[in-house]
């Protein structure tokens, strides 16, 4: 189906159950915590893309009090919380890992970015 029919029913909510890929551009699973699997409040910006309808306050509750953390080992500690409770709910049920591989010439090194855009400036001499 194509992605503009298929987005266009899940908005809708025709359907309990779907298959979507997505990406954090942050490293961070902040992004698909709050768009895919928090309670849908528009005035949060939470559940936009929650086409399942999955709701839990708890997870909901942790996913706030780390969006407002500013220490990031406390912060990664509340999202790894918040992403446990929503897999052990079945909210969601991941089935595959990206993973991306660059290659270069011997000399050259690329550190790879978490959006997988790959840009010629950052090719750089070893």
Known sequence: MP?????????KHEWSFGLLGWGAQTG???SPLRAL?????????????????YC??????VLEKALSTVDDGERSKLLQEATA??????GIIPIHQQVTTWATQKGIVYVPRT?????AHNFKPQ
């Open 3 to 11: 992605m503009a029919t298929y987005s266009s029913k899940g908005i």
């Open 28 to 30: 961070e699973v902040s």
């Open 37 to 53: 699997l928090a309670c849908e409040d528009s005035k949060k910006g939470f559940g936009t893309t929650n086409w399942g309808e």
């Open 56 to 61: 839990n306050p708890k997870m909901d509750a």
């Open 85 to 90: 409770i929503a897999i052990n709910d079945g």
């Open 115 to 119: 959006d997988e855009r790959t840009y």
